[in-house]
């Protein structure tokens, strides 16, 4: 089973999530799939936007839980890493279509895209926190600079999951669109995107992501970093295994 779809049609690439029994769980195989798609989207002077989107009801609940278990990553050498300096280097517009659980991951990646639309069901969260861990793609640095430190705070620090519309105040969100419509929505805004002069559109996006462009991968070399050393930690095995054996964490040992 083919678990990241990618397909180009119309100049737009289109990256479709599809492990829908996990959740659209991302596994080092889909990191790669994405990162690689990406690229050839950058590459390809035929492409001019690209979509990424799950199903209806699921975006991705984020990184594989057993991986971070299992596969404990080194800094900045694994695919999620290559994943995140794709995504966030991209020339292309990126646009998301966001339905259902955008988990860890699956909330960050979208401060890198450009247009993302929601439905009334998505439920984003970045329980980096919780789960003994802490911020990455960056967004340490994008989200207080988006939505504001009040609220980056309480996304970052409690790590609770929040609506489509909490998500549209904080200017994670571009538009709140019925369920139905979601995929279709994205999809006009992408083919309204491929249908500009691609050369302005790619120095517009360039530009307005050009002051905190060095901040960025800076910030994010030095989260992984942080977060490899976080995945060892006895706070987050603690947390990620009473995910996989679904009982409740007990940190009360930790000093
Ligand atoms: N990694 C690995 N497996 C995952 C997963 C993840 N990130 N998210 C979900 N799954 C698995 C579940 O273990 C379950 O597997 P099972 O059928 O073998 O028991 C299956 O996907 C369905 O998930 P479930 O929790 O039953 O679905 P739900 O609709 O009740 O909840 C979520 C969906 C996304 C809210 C919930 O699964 C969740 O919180 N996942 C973890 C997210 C997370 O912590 N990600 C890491 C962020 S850094």
Redesign the pocket.
Known sequence: MNHVIVETRDRITRIELNRP??????SPEMYAAMAQALKAADADAQVRAVLIHGQRD?F?????????LELPRGPGDSPAAGFLRAISTARKPLVAAVG??A????TTMLLHCDLVYAAPNA?L????V??G?LP?AASSLLLPAMAGYRRAAEMLLLGG?FSAEKALAAGIVTEIVPEGELLERARQAAAALAALPPESVRMTKELMKRALAPAVQERMTEELGLFGERLRSPEAKEA?SA??E?RKPDFSRFS
């Open positions: 029994e996990k959740k659209n769980a991302l699921c991705t609940s984020g990184n594989d839980v057993k991986d971070f259902g659980p988990v860890g991951i699956g439920r969260q970045m329980p980096f919780p789960l861990l990455e999951p990620l995910f996989m679904k």
